[in-house]
């Protein structure tokens, strides 16, 4: 299996979990209160949006990844999603270790 599909494979089992934050608003929140591990934000989300969450995450010391599609990101949570949280160290850690051996 690549790293990838195991990535979006953790991604489900971390909202199953209840170890994700969804959507812009309770992202934010969740970096400016340090619950937030890392954030991926989709690979075709907005320039702006990009940027905005990459200066968060640069601020509050929290790794921002994009290296996903919104598509790949929403068939693997079973709904649409653009910017996700993680909320757990050790999700967090096992995502950054995949999207690394991919080169992402």
Known sequence: ????????NLLGL???AGQLVMGEGLVIKAIQQEKAKLVLVA???????QAKFAA?????????L???????????LGRPRTI???VDQGFAKRLIALLNTQGA
């Open 84 to 86: 996700i949280a993680v």
């Open 66 to 76: 994009n290296a996903f599609t919104k598509e790949a990101m929403s068939q693997a």
């Open 43 to 49: 690979t075709d989300a907005s320039q702006a949006t």
């Open 1 to 8: 299996m690549l790293s990838n599909q195991k990535a979006l």
């Open 14 to 16: 971390s909202l199953r």
């Open 56 to 64: 968060k995450g640069d601020t509050y010391s929290v790794p921002v």
